[in-house]
């Protein structure tokens, strides 16, 4: 066994406490990874607060996952003790289903989250990387180029791959005309990234200095949401609009900023519903899509489009100590884009 401290939920909504536990025993494929750094995820928050009702207490959150290799088995061939690796979402699936063969991942039935799922042992539950290590097979651990800041590099796995993602799938690049809604984690790296594609990015948002700071960023336009006027301007303008607001809101506004046959993507997995003007989409012929992480080549293709590019998350690099004041800050929006938690100093 591998022993393991780190933060857990004693039950829904509760601050977080330190916690040892064991981690299962690794086999020949697998690594052990001192683990340095973690990002906060919304997605974090909503299995602390039980939000989707299937969170199995005590939880360790977690799942922007970024650290030093320790330790490998004797079949290991992708890593050596010293590199830097990253895991993300989920640290298993079955291999062989369609998802699987696909590089879709995600998808899988039997994909083992790398947080609040079990393990292939059957034994220990996957706890998550508010933690000192982590054991995982080679094949669901990616590389992160050794110049790459860990700290930064954290938020690729669940924030980048999530926005990229579709991103790929819908072609975005130069020429597009790409709406990204909510300037967050999710928000940033879509306006990030969708410019280093080449894409001309509109941000949506409710605030003047998140729009001021969207183009910072590389949008080219700012549009608040909650002007009908400014709304106005911009009918029928977008390829495609990525959607990455969590909370209850009200899409209508960018699906007539659809141009005819464009598509609406959403990210967000908050509880509740949301409202759909069919007319709008059906005399369009406009889609209304989800996308959901990546699979695991696209995973490694995004961090070495941030590598080659040099796009990378802006963030709040917080102690480990100091882990609830963040998430406290992350449930009021009020972080810049990210908080990224130091687990263990980097020498
Ligand atoms: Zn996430
Ligand atoms: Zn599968």
């Not at 009908?228 to 607001?245: C, E, N, Q, Y």
């Not at 993507?265 to 990546?294: R, Y």
């Amino acid at each position: 066994m591998v022993q393991s401290r780190g933060y857990a939920a004693s039950q829904s909504g509760a601050p977080l406490t330190a916690m040892t536990f064991d981690r299962r025993e690794p086999g020949p494929r697998d690594i052990v990874m001192t683990i340095t750094h973690c990002g906060i995820c919304h997605s974090d928050l909503h299995a602390i607060d039980d939000d989707l009702g299937n969170t199995g207490f005590p939880v360790v959150p977690g799942h922007e996952i970024v650290g030093v290799i320790t330790a490998i088995g004797d079949e290991v061939t992708r890593f050596q003790v010293g590199d830097k690796a990253a895991v993300g979402c989920y640290v298993d699936s079955c291999r062989s289903c369609d998802p699987c063969l696909s590089d879709r991942q995600q998808m899988c039935a039997t994909m083992i989250p790398s947080f609040n799922g079990l393990e292939k042992d059957g034994n220990h539950r996957t706890m998550g990387g508010f933690s000192t290590n982590y054991v995982a097979d080679q094949d669901y651990v990616f590389k992160i180029p050794q110049a790459m800041d860990s700290a930064r590099a954290a938020p690729i796995l669940c924030a980048g791959i999530t926005v990229w993602s579709p991103l790929q799938k819908w072609r975005v690049g130069p020429g597009s005309k790409v709406g990204v809604v909510g300037l967050g984690g999710l928000g940033h790296m879509a306006v990030k990234l969708a410019a280093a594609l080449g894409a001309d990015v509109t941000i949506f948002t409710t605030s003047d200095a998140k729009g001021a700071d969207a183009i910072r960023l590389g949008a080219r336009n700012a549009i608040l949401s909650n002007d009908d006027a400014a709304m106005a301007t911009i009918a029928s303008a977008m390829d495609f609009i990525l959607d990455t607001v969590s909370a209850q809101h009200d899409i209508n506004g960018y699906i007539a900023a659809l141009k005819p046959e464009g598509t609406l993507c959403l990210l967000g997995i908050g509880p509740g519903g949301l409202q759909i003007a069919n007319l709008s989409v059906v005399f369009g012929q406009k889609c209304i899509a989800g996308s959901l992480i990546g699979g695991l080549h696209q995973t490694q293709a995004v961090i070495d489009f941030c590598a080659a590019h040099d796009v990378m998350p802006e963030i709040e690099l917080v102690p480990h100590a100091q882990i609830n004041q963040a998430l406290d800050r992350l449930r009021r929006n009020d972080v810049k884009y990210r908080f990224v938690v130091e687990m263990t100093p980097e020498n």
